[in-house]
C-alpha cells in the first residue's frame, strides 16, 4: 500500500471537488475534442473536466471516473493544469493544485492575507492521512467489517469530511504527540485532573447529582485507581476534580492566572489518572466503555476550521436541551419515534477566570454505549447498541485499497444473504434509514422550530442485522430554535434561549438545516450508495422525493424549507472558502460563521443518460 500517493490522491480529490462544488466554474469538454482524447488516452477517462484559472491565464484538467449528481466525483489520475498560450500538459500534484487554487481565490478576492495559512494546512491534512494510514496499514481491512463496534466506527476515518479542503488538519498537536490524541490512530490517555477549591468553579446539572459527584463518582468506579487517592481526593468536601485533556493541561499551565491559583493554593495539579479513555471522532470528547459518561473536553487546538473549546453558551444548551427533553416536548418525540434518540449532555464544569470561556469547561455527555448495555447475542447476531452502533460518516467514507467502502460490505452481504439484488436492499436500506432520521427530524422542525445539525458525523446508527435499527443525534453544539417558535417554547421552558443563545432567525436555520440534514448527511448518503455500486444516485433522489411529498400537508409554521428543495439551486455550506477567508465556525452569530454558495440542486434535476450518477 503507497500511503503517500492515496494520501496525495484523496486530498486533490476533497480539494478539488469543494472548488468545483463552491465556484461552479467548470466544463466538460466534447469528447472529441483533441484535447479530452489526449487526457483520456493517458487516464482512461471517458469524461474531462476544464477548471480556468483566468487570473492565471491557466487550466485544470480532471478526468472522471465516477460522475456524481451530488456533486462528488471521483477523478482519474494524474490531473494535469497548462498555460492557455501553450499546448503542453503539465501533471499537477496536490501542493501545485492548491497553490493555483488559492492564488485564484486571492486575486478574486484582492486579498492574499490567507494564502499561505490555507497551503500549510492542506499540506498538513495530508501529511496526517499519509500517517493515519500507515499506522492503520495491519488492520486495513477491519474499517470495513460488516459489524464494528461504536469506538471502532469513530476511529475508523482516515479520511475525513469529503467536502473539506483540510479534513485533517490538527494546529497545535506536535508531531510526536498526534498519534496519541489521535482517533485514526486508535490513541488512548489517562485524563488529567485538576483538584479546584468550590469558590472558583461553576458548574451545571439537570441531573439529581452535581457534576462535582459525578466525576468523583466515577473515579472511585475505577479499578485501575488507588485507594489512597481515592480516600484522599473522591469524597465530599470542598474541592472539585476537573478532567481536562493532558495536551490542554499544558497548555492551561502557561497561563499567569492559572498559575496564580496553583499558587495559591486554590488550585492543584494531579497529573494524569485513571484508565485510559479514547478519543471519538471529534477528537476532544473521549469515551471508555466502562464509564457511565463520555467527556467533551476543552481543547485549544485548530481542527479544521476552529479552536475547539467549549463556549459557556454550549454548555448551558446542553442542560437547556436535556430539559426539553424531559419535558412534553420529549414525551411527545419520543411517543412518536421511538428509534431516534438525542444523547444528552446533562452537566459541566468550569473554572471562569478572567471570562466564562478559560479552556477548563468540560462537559459530561450520556454514553449509550456503556459495557453494562450489552446484551448476549450469538455470535451470528452480535447485534445491539453496544457492538454494532457506527457514525454514518465511517459507513459512507471511501475504501483506502481497492475493496468496497463498509456500506458497500453491508449492502453486498445483505444482498447475498436475502438472494436479493443490491438495487433492492440498497432500497430497503435507505429507506429505513429516513423513517428513523429524516421523519424525526422534519418534525420535530415543524413542531416545536428546533433544528439539529444532524451532518453525518453527529448522526449514530444502531444497526441491527445490517439494516438502520435506531438514530441518535450528538452535538450541544449543533441546536438552533426557530425565532416564530421562541414564545411556545417559552411557555413550556420559561426563559428559554436566555443563556444558550440559541434562537435564531427562521430563514438563517431553514438554510442551516438544508445543509447539515439534506446537502452533507443524505446527500453524502446517496453519493456513497452510488461510489461503491450498489445502486444508481438517481433511484434514490427519486425515494427522497417520495418521502417529501408526506409532509406537504403538514403545519410547515412558515417555513420555506421544502420549498427551497424545489428549487434549481440549494444554499450550501462552502467549506473551501469559508477556510480559504480563516473563518472560525464557532466564533460570531450563526448567521456570520461561514461561507454560504449556491449549489445545483439534484433533487429537481433529472437524470443525465449518460451521468446520471455512474461510473463513466
Not at 452535581?210 to 474541592?239: G, H, M, V
Not at 477528537?283 to 471508555?288: E, G, L, P
Request: negative net charge; hydrophobic residues 35%; contains cysteine.
Amino acid at each position: 500500500m503507497n500511503s503517500k500517493k492515496i494520501a496525495e490522491q484523496a486530498t486533490i480529490q476533497s480539494f478539488l471537488n469543494c472548488y468545483l462544488r463552491e465556484t461552479r466554474d467548470y466544463e466538460k469538454l466534447p469528447p472529441d475534442m483533441p484535447l479530452a482524447m489526449q487526457i483520456s488516452e493517458l487516464t482512461e477517462a471517458k469524461v474531462v473536466l476544464r477548471c480556468p484559472l483566468p487570473r492565471q491565464n491557466l487550466d485544470i484538467f480532471a478526468g472522471v471516473r465516477y460522475w456524481s449528481l451530488c456533486d462528488r466525483h471521483l477523478f482519474t489520475f494524474p490531473i494535469f493544469y497548462k498555460s492557455q498560450n501553450t499546448s503542453e500538459l503539465l501533471k499537477l500534484d496536490y501542493v501545485t493544485l492548491t497553490a493555483l487554487i488559492s492564488k485564484e481565490l486571492s486575486l478574486n478576492s484582492n486579498s492574499s492575507e490567507n494564502c499561505d495559512e490555507l497551503i500549510l494546512r492542506v499540506i498538513q491534512s495530508c501529511q496526517n492521512i499519509e500517517q493515519f494510514l500507515n499506522h492503520r496499514q495491519p488492520d486495513i481491512d477491519s474499517l470495513y467489517d460488516f459489524h464494528q463496534n461504536f469506538i471502532d466506527s469513530e476511529q475508523s476515518l482516515i479520511f475525513g469530511h469529503h467536502f473539506h479542503p483540510t479534513p485533517k488538519s490538527r494546529q497545535g498537536f506536535l508531531e510526536e504527540e498526534l498519534p496519541i490524541y489521535s482517533p485514526e490512530t486508535q490513541g488512548a490517555f489517562s485524563l488529567h485532573y485538576f483538584r479546584a477549591h468550590s469558590s472558583i468553579i461553576l458548574e451545571g446539572s439537570t441531573l439529581e447529582k452535581t457534576a462535582t459527584e459525578l466525576i468523583k463518582e466515577e473515579l472511585r468506579a475505577d479499578q485501575t485507581i488507588s485507594e489512597s487517592f481515592k480516600n484522599k481526593y473522591c469524597n465530599p468536601d470542598e474541592y472539585a476534580l476537573i478532567p481536562v485533556h493532558p495536551w490542554q493541561a499544558k497548555w492551561l499551565k502557561h497561563s499567569p492566572k492559572v498559575q496564580e491559583l496553583l499558587n495559591e493554593g486554590l488550585l492543584e495539579d494531579i497529573g494524569q489518572q485513571g484508565k485510559p479513555y479514547q478519543p471519538t471522532s471529534s477528537i476532544r470528547t473521549v469515551y471508555n466503555s466502562q464509564s457511565q459518561f463520555m467527556f467533551k473536553l476543552s481543547l485549544n487546538v485548530k481542527i479544521t476550521n476552529s479552536i475547539r473549546g467549549n463556549l459557556y453558551k454550549e454548555l448551558e444548551r446542553g442542560l437547556e436541551v436535556n430539559r426539553i427533553l424531559s419535558s412534553p416536548i420529549g414525551e411527545d418525540l419520543y411517543a412518536h419515534f421511538p428509534n431516534f434518540d438525542i444523547v444528552r449532555d446533562p452537566a459541566y464544569i468550569t473554572i471562569p477566570l478572567d471570562g466564562l470561556e478559560s479552556g477548563f469547561a468540560t462537559i459530561l455527555r450520556t454514553n449509550p454505549f456503556h459495557t453494562e448495555n450489552y446484551q448476549s447475542h450469538s455470535n451470528a447476531q452480535p447485534t445491539n447498541v453496544t457492538t454494532d452502533a457506527t457514525c454514518l460518516i465511517a459507513l459512507c467514507q471511501d475504501s483506502v485499497t481497492s475493496q468496497s467502502s463498509r456500506l458497500g460490505t453491508i449492502i453486498r452481504t445483505l444482498a447475498e444473504k436475502e438472494n436479493v439484488s443490491m438495487e433492492v436492499i440498497s432500497l430497503k436500506w435507505f429507506q429505513e434509514y429516513l423513517q428513523i432520521s429524516l421523519k424525526p427530524i422534519l418534525w420535530l422542525y415543524f413542531t416545536y422550530g428546533i433544528a439539529l445539525e444532524a451532518h453525518q458525523q453527529n448522526s449514530l446508527l444502531e444497526l441491527k442485522e445490517g439494516y438502520p435499527h435506531r438514530f441518535f443525534y450528538r452535538d450541544n453544539q449543533g441546536y438552533y430554535y426557530r425565532r416564530s417558535f421562541q414564545y411556545l417554547l417559552n411557555s413550556i421552558l420559561p426563559n428559554i434561549s436566555e443563556k444558550s443563545e440559541t434562537i435564531c432567525d427562521d430563514g438563517v436555520i431553514d438554510e442551516r438545516l438544508m445543509y447539515y440534514l439534506f446537502i452533507n448527511n443524505i446527500f453524502g448518503l446517496i453519493n456513497a450508495f452510488g461510489v461503491a455500486g450498489l445502486i444508481d444516485e438517481s433511484l434514490l433522489f427519486a425515494e427522497l422525493r417520495k418521502h417529501l411529498t408526506e409532509f406537504e400537508n403538514v403545519n410547515l409554521s412558515g417555513s420555506l424549507l421544502l420549498e427551497n428543495l424545489k428549487q434549481t439551486t440549494l444554499r450550501s455550506k462552502a467549506n473551501l472558502l469559508t477556510r480559504f477567508h480563516d473563518m472560525d465556525e464557532l466564533v460570531g452569530s450563526v448567521a456570520t460563521q461561514s461561507v454560504y454558495v449556491d449549489i445545483h440542486n439534484p433533487l429537481v434535476e433529472k437524470k443525465n443518460p449518460v451521468l446520471g450518477g455512474a461510473y463513466v
